[in-house]
């Protein structure tokens, strides 16, 4: 028996829907309530479903059931536990019995519910789907366009049908499982010849020859109409197989190209009627209104599926620019619709526009303007193979094209300006966005024409742009239109820069003209001023002139500080925008900067509070960083000026948590500029540490928040800071809670708990000790991932480095601890790696406090429920065992010191393994030794000994490998992480001295003969060998 579920009372859930459409709020909770529990229920989205195909309900209950249908029904079809098979029986029957629906918010629910089923369904439960679906439009269509029915039911159905078709070859087109793809090419192979002829019969009736005639203007539209979508199935089942065509047999690939071919042809020339016909009926409804306004919902339907035209071309040129470059007639079309751009630029503005029923909607254009400009590669005048291209343009074409765009579609328009003024920063949020957004606007389109023009025809563009420079961008312009042509001149001038770089005279100018441009009163001067900071930022990002110009620097901080009427918000924003990426250079030099450095930091430090909107200010903020990090302990003496606004901004934010991360960022590049002097904010980092990572925020600002923590304790000089009431003390019981349950953090809370033992590890475990060996001992339990773990058991090895054994050794105990590391040691079921690093962990604790050791291990016995033998067999087998996974040598120097302080301790268990295993593992490292030594000897310059896993590296050359430091150049950490280094044993104490003192003091404590017993059963040759290293 299955899981048994209560059955539905479709009365109940009438009662409940009718009250979700209640005006009384507390009926609506209660229903809400309900429903959510009556959705578990067997039988109740049958009942929904029965209750919205009812058309004698009321509208509102009927639409509020098929929303809750559609919402949690389509992710729960297959479940047995709420629908049976008759149940989806009836709901598929029902779908297609709502195809004459009059409602159309209802009919759209229906379409995609019914396509969401068919996913699951079509063909094997539901096989007559198509073949019906097929059958009302072909017979709906024969009504319309041979009986001439004009019955509103008939258009309905056929309208509801082919919304229902497009909608289900929709759904299988994204399918990419195997089962899918052959679901979709059946239906392909099934209609596409179909439709093919559905659009022929019905686009004989918009025709020019058809307008001619005075068509009915509601027949008209409705013509058009069903048209349009019976045009979207095609563009579906077209994209579909051009997207698939290179997977496919011979004899599929000829068919289908052969089709797809065919359609292009069609649409190339049916595009170009549609454009004339629609321009035809525009031109008439302007000569004549009120005679002809009625056509004016016939020419939105047309420009629509104009438009749809338009998005079938670029999809197939996506797809492969190289397949549709090779399309019958492609070149014809791309230069039909260049052909539309060059009319529409002598054509008055009021014709171009975004609404549908101008003469030239700017959607269409810049489709246009689109396949213009991808198809420019094709028409260059060199090929890629180096040959001469009989179908280039001519320089003639080119130029004409190039002064087009700049002079009619590159200046800002009457609607920019307009919208500069409005809103200013959100006009330039606008602007500044990139990605694919120039796809969709005509002006941001015209630039990436121009460029591609340039790319591809230089010896053409290049001359005309500078003979356009000479007449216009040097001479004074005062008058509105002149300053609009003069801005859309900078802009072409910026997006070519590499191409005019060797023939623009850049320096001068910027020197001559730029500069004093940017001084003018001027009230429309603020357009060129603008467009002048982005120009500069332009050449200079893209390497065309050096950043190491100080003419540079004091025109964008003149832009970014100007507050005068020559000048506004969009000015300043641009020029602070300019400065980051002038910065953000490999040839910035911070002396150049220097003496600007003061009035730029403290303009965009005013600029990040004046702004208004969020991306404003985090833009603002991210030049702010940039120069932060780019002049680094220049910017000390402005501490105060970054530093003292940040509270009031981080307030202000709210739960804006871009922005607050980008404020972090800020703070974070302060302290690193300000380094052993970062105490002096702990007033301000502290609480932002603190807050970032509190519980409801971390989720947002976690990663920041890390960040900051970590560069204000690497810069720290101390763990307390008696100038403030904020310490970096106070917060590391939050380190600690993070490191015992946040899995997802560890990697980067275990770099902020070895940044604080490095701080002050004796103090830290004089304060928190039982904290501290809790939180590890939580984190090592736990289901952290092994490289956690292994970062864990390192922040020990230094704690026992850094601080006495008094301080440790108890507490390593009773938090259990050492009893945990012992016993994951001894099981040798865990992770090679983790286990070395207790190894090493191990045997830092034994050369800094043997006895310690001695009594963790005798301590743990009882505690465990173990004998104290065997856990040292346990514990010396898994030290021979893993020596051989140890690579790093100075790993292996470690291992092979801390076994001979066990040796030291003259425990039984280790002596019996000295004339065997310890004696193998110290010859080892010894013969390594001794190799590289000779090795040395021979060939001092030979670079081979410096690598990553030679003896030397570690305690002959004078610096520890890079990842010791975990990337603390350059602040304090780094030296205390020196200091340790320089100091360390494994370092500066030579192997065969540490090992006979270990033997000595072993001899002394067990005795002369009884130590000599344990060296009997030594191999003769082993114990010579060693005698030898011992007295070298």
């Known amino acids: 028996m299955g899981v048994q579920v209560e059955t539905v009372s479709p009365a109940e859930l009438y009662e409940v829907i009718s009250g979700a459409c209640s005006s009384d709020q507390a009926r609506i909770t209660a229903s809400g309530k309900r429903l959510k529990e009556m959705l578990d229920m067997f039988g109740t989205f049958d009942a929904l479903h029965e209750i919205a195909s009812q058309r004698n309900q009321p509208l509102p209950i009927r639409q509020q059931a098929i929303i809750q249908f559609k919402l949690a029904a389509l992710s729960h079809w297959k ?268 054509s008055p503005e009021s014709s171009i526009a975004g609404e549908l029923t101008v003469l030239y909607p700017l959607r269409f254009l810049v489709q246009g303007m689109v396949l213009f400009k991808e198809n420019l590669a094709q028409w260059s005048v060199v090929r890629r193979d180096g040959t001469p291209n009989k179908n280039s343009l001519s320089e003639e074409f080119v130029k004409n094209a190039v ?26 949020n606008e602007e500044e966005r990139e990605g694919d957004q120039w796809e969709f606007e005509i002006r941001a389109c015209s630039e990436r024409v121009l460029l591609q023009l340039s790319n591809q025809f230089p010896k053409f563009v290049t001359p005309l742009l500078l003979e356009t420079f000479k007449q216009v961008a040097l001479q004074p312009t005062l008058d509105l239109p002149g300053i609009l042509q003069k801005e859309a001149l900078y802009c072409a001038i910026g997006r070519c820069a590499i191409r005019l770089k060797d023939d623009l005279p850049f320096t001068e100018w910027l020197e001559n003209t730029l500069a004093a441009e940017t001084l003018s009163q001027n009230q429309n001067y603020p357009i060129i001023k603008r467009r002048i900071a982005w120009l500069i930022g332009k050449w200079v990002s893209e390497d065309c002139s ?126 690193e500029a300000v380094k052993d002097k970062s105490s002096a904010l702990d007033s301000i980092t502290i609480p932002l540490i603190q807050e970032s990572l509190s519980p409801g925020v971390m989720i947002n600002l976690d990663e920041d928040g890390l960040i900051l923590w970590l560069s204000v304790l690497r810069n720290a000089t101390s763990l307390t800071n008696p100038s403030s009431q904020h310490c970096v003390r106070d917060i590391f019981p939050r380190a600690l809670y993070l490191l015992a349950t946040n899995l997802d953090l560890l990697g980067k809370i275990t770099g902020i708990i070895e940044s604080y033992l490095f701080l002050d590890a004796p103090a830290l475990l004089q304060g928190f000790s039982t904290d501290i060996f809790r939180a590890f001992s939580e984190g090592l339990k736990s289901q952290a991932a092994i490289v956690n773990m292994k970062d864990m058991v390192i922040n020990l090895q230094f704690m026992v480095q850094l601080a006495p054994s008094s301080l440790w050794g108890e507490p390593m105990h009773t938090s259990g601890l050492f009893a945990h590391l012992l ?184 005795g002369s003969e009884r130590f000599q017993t344990y060296l009997a059963s030594a191999d003769p040759t082993v114990m010579k060998q060693i005698q030898n290293e011992l007295s070298a």
């Open 79 to 346: 479940s047995r536990k709420v629908l049976s098979d008759a149940q989806r029986v009836q709901i598929r029957n029902r779908c297609l019995g709502m195809l004459d629906e009059p409602d159309d918010s209802m009919a759209q629910f229906n379409t995609v519910i019914s396509a969401k089923i068919a996913r699951h369904d079509f063909p094997t439960n539901w096989p007559n789907l198509v073949t019906d679906l097929m059958a009302v439009i072909d017979s709906n269509l024969q009504k319309r366009y041979v009986q001439h029915s004009s019955d509103p039911r008939d258009a309905l159905m056929l309208r509801r049908s082919l919304q229902l078709i497009n909608a289900i070859l929709k759904e299988f087109a994204s399918i990419k499982m195997l089962n899918g793809v052959k679901v979709m090419a059946a239906l392909v192979e099934q209609m596409r010849q179909i439709f093919y002829g559905y659009y022929s019969t019905i686009a004989s009736n918009f025709s020019s020859s058809a307008l001619a005639n005075a068509p009915d203007p509601r027949k008209l539209y409705e013509d058009i109409f069903l048209g349009h979508l019976v045009f979207k199935p095609i563009v579906k089942m077209a994209s579909w197989l051009w997207h698939r065509i290179d997977r496919q047999t011979k004899e599929e690939l000829a068919a289908n190209e052969a089709w797809v071919s065919d359609l292009f042809r069609n649409c190339a020339a049916q595009i170009q009627d549609l454009t004339n016909l629609r321009k035809e009926i525009v031109k008439a409804i302007s000569r004549d209104p009120a005679a002809m306004g009625s056509y004016l919902p016939a020419v939105k339907i047309l420009t629509k599926h104009s438009l749809t035209f338009g998005k079938f071309f670029r999809r197939l040129q996506q797809l492969s620019h190289q397949r549709f470059a090779l399309l019958p007639m492609c070149g014809d079309l791309v230069l039909f619709y260049w052909s539309q751009i060059v009319e529409a630029s002598t």
């Open 403 to 428: 002064q087009l765009l700049v002079s009619r579609f590159m200046p800002l328009n009457p609607s920019d300006l307009e919208q500069w003024s409005a809103d200013p920063e959100e006009w330039l």
């Open 546 to 671: 050096s950043p190491n110009n100080p003419r540079i620097w004091e025109i964008l901080v003149h832009l970014l500080k100007d507050r005068s009427a020559g000048s506004d918000t969009v000015v300043r924003l641009t020029a602070a925008g300019a400065l980051k990426e002038c910065i953000d250079t490999l040839e910035f030099s911070a002396d150049i900067f220097a003496p600007f450095l003061g009035d730029t930091v403290t303009e965009l430090v005013r600029l990040v509070d004046e702004a208004d909107t969020s991306e404003s200010k985090r833009r603002v903020a991210n030049t702010l960083n940039a120069v932060l990090e780019q002049t680094k302990d220049m910017v000390a003496p402005f501490l105060g000026v970054v530093a003292s606004p940040i509270p009031k901004l981080w307030t202000e934010a709210g739960e804006d948590w871009l922005l607050k991360g980008t404020l972090l960022t800020t703070v974070t590049k302060v302290v």
């Open 823 to 1006: 016993n994951t040691l001894v099981d040798g079921e865990s992770s090679p790696m983790l286990l070395i690093e207790i190894i090493f962990l191990f045997a830092r604790m034994v050369m800094a406090d043997s006895q310690m050791f001695l009594q963790l291990i005798s301590a743990t016995a009882p505690a465990t429920n173990q004998k104290e033998s065997y856990l040292w067999e346990g514990l010396l087998d898994q030290w021979w065992g893993k020596f051989d996974n140890m690579s790093e040598p100075r790993h292996r120097k470690l291992t092979a010191m801390g076994i001979a302080t066990l040796v030291s301790t003259g425990r039984p268990e280790v002596l019996q393994r000295l004339p065997g295993e310890i004696f193998n593992l110290w010859l080892d490292v010894f013969g390594e030794i001794k190799e590289t030594k000779l090795l040395h000897d021979e060939d001092p310059t030979n670079l081979d000994l410096v690598s990553p896993t030679n003896l030397r590296r570690h305690w002959e050359l004078n610096e520890a490998p890079s990842e010791y430091y975990q990337d603390s150049e350059g602040t304090p950490e780094y030296d205390r992480r020196k200091a340790l280094y320089e100091r360390d044993p494994i370092r500066v104490v030579h192997l065969n001295e540490y090992v006979g003192a270990q033997i000595r003091q072993a001899e002394a404590i067990t």
